[in-house]
């Protein structure tokens, strides 16, 4: 293990298969598409709404990104200038919220993470039923499954 990025044999060989594998996919996902407009606009097949939402996610997506990054530098502000000594980089972001926020808005904040999380696990949820229902039950399980049966499907392939 490396002293200075913490990463040992095992953690560079699971980025470079993470790496590898999801160029591959890309590539593979690609093979169809044979011009920048299939590329970009889905050989234009696509509705004007899906665009639009597309569009506008991606650009959400940005601006998240953008207000996590100052976060993060405030919290890396908070910490040189008050000369605080963390056992680990991973505690900033709970030392500036601590620092810099009430009790009730750290309640707040405890809240948020947790629904964050909450929403995070309930959209692995629905989209594992969702992949394990459409190609696993409706393939191999029951292919004559009526809409009723597939719902079950999904539900309890959550239990797994």
Known sequence: MSAATGFGALDWAVLAGYFIGITSFGLWLSRKTRTSGGYFLGERKLPWWVMIGQTYGAMTKRV????????????ATL???RGAKLPDAEHAFGYASRELLGPGWVGLMVACV???????CSNLM???GALFTRN????????????????WAGRLSGLV
């Open 64 to 75: 998240c990104t953008i207000g996590w990054a100052l976060t993060g530098l405030i919290a």
């Open 79 to 81: 910490v040189f200038q």
């Open 114 to 120: 947790l629904a964050a999380n909450m929403s995070a």
């Open 126 to 128: 629905v989209n594992s």
């Open 136 to 151: 696993i039950w409706l393939n191999y399980g029951n292919p004559a499954a009526n809409d009723r049966q597939l719902l």
